[in-house]
């Protein structure tokens, strides 16, 4: 069984900072690149950003600046630091990742968290 976990949303006044974390655990061989995508309500999902094994990173014009995606291969962690947050980023923030398992290491496959409440008040 192999499964994502996040952590470390919140309630944050406008301006604050939060940092989000997200583990894989389970059976894995490997893990491709990791990303955190989010939903506000009544609108689609948006990605926010992602990172390669190698460390290269991707933004969304949204965050650029504010926002910071970090991983920690040895603990199969990705991390988003959130700074300088503002009420049109409260979502549900979550985390996304391909990775091949120890029972089919030749298929790699799509997984996401359950996802964290992040919510910025004006």
């Known amino acids: 069984q192999v499964q994502l976990v996040e952590s470390g949303g919140g309630l944050v006044q406008a301006g604050g900072s939060l940092r989000l974390s997200c583990v894989a655990s389970?059976?894995?061989?490997?893990?491709?690149?990791m990303g955190w995508v989010r939903q506000a309500p009544g609108k689609q999902r948006e990605l926010v950003a992602t990172?390669?094994?190698?460390?290269?990173?991707y933004y969304a014009d949204a965050v650029k600046g504010r926002f910071a995606i970090s991983r920690d291969n040895a603990k199969n962690t990705v991390y988003l630091q959130m700074s300088s947050l503002k009420p049109e980023d409260t979502a549900v923030y979550y985390c996304?990742?391909?990775?091949?398992?120890?029972?089919?290491?030749?298929?790699?496959?799509?997984?996401w968290g359950q996802g964290t409440q992040v919510s910025v008040s004006s």
């Open positions: 996304n990742t391909v990775l091949w398992r120890r029972d089919v290491p030749t298929t790699p496959l799509n997984y």
């Open positions: 389970g059976r894995i061989v490997s893990i491709n690149t």
């Open positions: 990172i390669t094994t190698g460390g290269g990173t």
